[in-house]
């Protein structure tokens, strides 16, 4: 389905006789966009939107967000309903090609991904260029980006067959270079995917398992690991989305694309909160500091956030946050942990949070990463392969989203404008005439 013309708008430049009329477009939900692309050319004004707080940059197909709701839909699907009956590969089809697989097609997708999980056997030799210490993001940025050195075979990003290959290296490969990235900063040698397992029990065999002993599943821990991805896997124009289509936009193959979302995703205003959060209740150490912390948080001048809280969209409950919760739950009983001190710090800093007038009138509330970094550390993860695990999960959402740029006949390069503020023009001083 593509926007429909739902009614216009006229802008007139006060003080002057210069008006011009710009279409409305709607889609299937969400607020009406006004078109202002006839804009400069009629007024010789641009808009001005720094963060994109209030423009699409696309038409998109893929997920939606309704913030004041706390509404989450992958292809229309709500995310609750996925992440409770579906399972990740599923969802990665049903984001690739906008419809839930049929029995042989979700079998036809799964071998694909799966025969597509190891490495050309050179990207090992990547990694002993890194230093034992190196951020796995560091490590993921350089051997993402670095598969356009191995598989240049098919990077004609006009071919749908190359695309479709693409797609199936990234979400099949990324678990492995994340696992072999932590496994690299312990020192332990590198696990080769299984095809017997299932994406993410793979996944996890791959960070957890030992040459010296047989691997043993815990199907409670896969299933949460598989629904953690679920939640992660796409969320519209994020940071990192946006970065993967700009750089899309410019033709650039799909492996330097991701490797762009992975960099983006690594601040910890995004995908890097989850590492943040746990940083955060350390520093707290205790119940009893949490209000201090809050009065930090409120005063200006300490620049302190409260990590895992707030978002540009969601001005409720981030429904991930909600399902992330209820699963944390879940694996620390499924673990045998009775209390675990940080659950209790997170529960109670929501409890004091949402009833804080500072958060209530910002309509600030957990998202996903609030809750995310008990359920991995509880699992065993250590902190620092928290937004790894993200760019894991967010790989299929930004293939779908570059997919849908590179086939929407409309795209050309993104190339926003600027108000500027600078010098206006000068002529060149030679030093010894400067001041
Ligand atoms: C993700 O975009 C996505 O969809 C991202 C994501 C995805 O799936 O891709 O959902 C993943 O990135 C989740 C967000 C993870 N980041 C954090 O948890 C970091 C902490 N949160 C903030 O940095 C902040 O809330 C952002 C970056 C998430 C959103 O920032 P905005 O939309 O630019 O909001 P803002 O800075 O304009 O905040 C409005 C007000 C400000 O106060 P005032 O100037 O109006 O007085 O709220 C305050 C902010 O100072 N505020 C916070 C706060 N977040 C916003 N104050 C304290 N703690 C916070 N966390």
Redesign the pocket.
């Known amino acids: 389905m593509t926007s429909k013309a739902t009614g216009s708008i006229t802008v007139t430049v006060e003080g002057s006789n210069k008006s011009t009329t710009l279409p409305l477009l709607g889609g299937t939900l969400g607020p009406q966009v006004a078109d202002i692309r006839k804009l400069y050319g009629d007024l010789g004004i641009f808009t001005y939107d720094p963060?994109y707080?209030a423009t699409a940059s696309c038409e998109s197909t893929i997920t939606y967000?309704d913030g004041d709701e706390g509404v989450l839909l992958y292809r229309g699907y709500p995310i609750e309903q996925l992440a409770e009956n579906s399972d990740f590969l599923e969802v990665c089809y049903l984001l690739l090609n906008g419809e839930l697989p049929t029995n042989g097609e979700y079998k036809a997708f799964h071998k694909g991904v799966t025969y597509h999980t190891m490495l050309h056997e050179q990207l090992r030799r990547f990694y002993d260029g890194f230093r034992r210490d190196a951020h796995p993001m560091a490590i993921m940025c350089g051997v993402v980006g670095a598969m356009a050195a191995f598989y240049h075979d098919n990077l004609d990003i006009n071919d749908a067959e190359q695309r479709r290959i693409a797609a199936f290296r990234l979400i099949a490969k990324v678990p492995t270079i994340a696992a072999w990235a932590y496994k690299y900063s312990i020192g332990q040698p590198f696990l080769y995917p299984r095809n017997d397992l299932g994406y993410a029990e793979n996944f996890l065999y791959m960070l957890n398992g030992v040459p010296a002993e047989e691997y043993v599943n815990n199907p409670i821990l896969s299933r949460a690991m598989d629904r953690i991805l679920i939640l992660?896997a796409?969320?519209?124009?994020?940071?990192?989305?946006s970065t993967v289509r700009l750089a899309g936009s410019t033709g650039a193959n799909p492996f330097a694309c991701i490797a762009a979302g992975i960099a983006a995703?690594w601040?910890?205003?995004?995908?890097?909160?989850?590492e943040?959060?746990l940083k955060m209740l350390a520093e707290i150490g205790s119940p009893e500091n949490i209000p201090q912390f809050i009065s930090e948080?409120?005063d200006?001048n300490s620049h302190?956030?409260?990590?895992?809280?707030?978002?540009?969209?969601?001005k409720n409950f981030?429904p991930?946050a909600k399902i992330m919760k209820e699963t944390c739950h879940e694996v620390l009983a499924e673990l045998g942990i009775k209390d675990e001190p940080l659950l209790d710090m997170a529960m109670e800093m929501e409890r004091i949070a949402l009833s804080d007038d500072?958060?209530i009138?910002?309509?600030?509330y957990p998202?996903?990463?609030?809750y995310s970094g008990i359920i991995l550390k509880a699992m065993g993860i250590p902190t620092s392969m928290f937004t790894v695990l993200?760019a894991v999960a967010?790989t299929v959402?930004w293939v779908s989203q570059w997919k849908e740029l590179i086939e929407d006949p409309s795209q050309r390069i993104g190339r926003p404008r600027q108000i500027y503020t600078g010098a206006a023009a000068r002529d060149f001083v030679p030093v010894d005439k400067r001041g």
């Open positions: 963060g707080g967000i992660h796409d969320h519209e124009q994020n940071a990192s989305t995703l601040g910890p205003a995004h995908g890097g909160a989850n943040a959060v948080v409120k200006k302190t956030k409260l990590m895992g809280f707030g978002h540009r969209v969601y981030d991930r500072y958060f009138q910002r309509k600030l998202n996903v990463d609030f993200f967010r959402g």
